[in-house]
């Protein structure tokens, strides 16, 4: 945590890349994604005065590849809320690569409830 930022650092293996020294779009939107969720998970939790995290859902997200993301080391994830509406999280997050901003997301996150097949899956 880094005040309303959720962080982190992912190293990615020769199997993520999309051609030779960069990373593949899909493993990118795979850890926005990801990590999105888990923010609002986590300022879900917060809001709500709760002991553990809401289990969450993606409801919408999008993607930006601004430039390639290169293999060369960790990629550093950032994400905070937005808007915090009842159970809905609006996230935005940034994928940084050696300085750089690589990739960027913006997405809508639910807390479900008892009977989705996602509750209680932590």
Same mark, same amino acid.
């Not at 990373?23 to 888990?38: K, M, T």
């Not at 409801?59 to 960790?74: E, S």
């Given at each position: 945590?880094?005040?309303?930022? %959720? %962080?982190?650092? $992912?190293?990615?293996?020769?199997?993520?890349? !999309? #051609?030779?020294?960069? /990373?593949?779009?899909?493993?990118?939107?795979?850890? /926005?994604?990801?990590?999105?969720? $888990?923010?609002? !998970?986590?300022?879900?939790?917060?809001?709500?005065?709760? !002991?553990?995290?809401?289990?969450? =859902?993606?409801?919408?997200?999008?993607? =930006?590849?601004?430039?390639?993301?290169?293999?060369?080391?960790?990629?550093?994830?950032?994400?905070?809320?937005?808007?915090?509406?009842?159970?809905?999280? =609006?996230? &935005?997050?940034?994928?940084?690569?050696?300085?750089? =901003?690589?990739?960027?997301?913006?997405?809508? #996150? %639910?807390?479900?409830? &008892?009977?989705?097949?996602?509750?209680?899956? $932590?």
């Amino acid at each position: 945590m880094e005040g309303d930022l %959720v %962080v982190a650092d $992912w190293t990615p293996e020769e199997h993520h890349q !999309a #051609f030779p020294g960069v /990373l593949n779009g899909g493993i990118i939107g795979a850890l /926005l994604d990801c990590h999105c969720n $888990w923010t609002a !998970a986590y300022h879900l939790m917060k809001a709500q005065g709760a !002991a553990t995290p809401p289990c969450t =859902v993606t409801a919408d997200y999008a993607i =930006v590849l601004k430039r390639p993301t290169p293999m060369g080391g960790p990629v550093h994830l950032s994400a905070k809320p937005v808007d915090i509406q009842g159970d809905r999280v =609006v996230v &935005e997050g940034t994928l940084t690569a050696n300085g750089k =901003v690589t990739a960027t997301c913006r997405g809508t #996150f %639910v807390a479900v409830k &008892e009977g989705h097949p996602a509750y209680h899956r $932590w």
